[in-house]
């Protein structure tokens, strides 16, 4: 079984997130994504999301809610202090004894993974995957080092950042996030 992880703050999820998380999937021929919405992350205590850990987790859970090939795990939200990667593996591969798991990265996010928390072991418990934005999607392409996959997945001009900063200016947000998210959001008052 091929498992892939997909962590982010998902404040809130959006179409980019979704048809990233569809490119990977083909591209690495996985069983089944795992969305893991952060909790405290190391590198963001300065700057916290804006929508509640559970409001987040929700969010997800209405965004990946009708695909079985999906699964949202609550673990960092759950955990208390920091979320470290390396913990959430370790938790996973727990679950999944059998499964071969797969870390998506995005471009940005590689250049500081030494930095991480253990990152030896981050190699150890699961293959990374580089998610690079192209014209073209859903594809491998060549490896960059050793041990590390490249996923091309095609770019989405959108952002969370961009969602919160329309729903400030009272902008609609109809086709940035699914349906479902765009009531939740609404019913909350989120990010007014
Ligand atoms: P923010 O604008 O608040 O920084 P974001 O839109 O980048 O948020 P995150 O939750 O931080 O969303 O994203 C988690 C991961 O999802 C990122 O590391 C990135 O790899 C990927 N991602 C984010 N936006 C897109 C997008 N438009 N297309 C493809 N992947 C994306």
Redo the contacts with the bound molecule.
Sequence with gaps: MRIGV??????P??V??L??ATDAREALKLDRLIFVP?GAQPFKVDTPPVASAQDRLEMVRLAVADDANYVVDDAEINRKGLSFTVDTLEHLSERNPAAQLFL???E??LAGFEQWRNPARIRELATLAV?R?TAAAGSLVDPIAAGVLTVS?R????????I?ERRRAGKSIKGFVPESVERFIDVRGLYR
Excluded at 6 to 11: Q, R
Excluded at 155 to 162: A, F, G, K, L, M
Aim: no cysteine.
């Design positions: 997909f962590g982010g703050t998902f404040d999820p959006h980019g997130h048809l990233m952060a998506l990265l995005g940005d996010v998610v934005r997945a770019r989405v001009d959108v952002s969370s950042t961009e919160r």
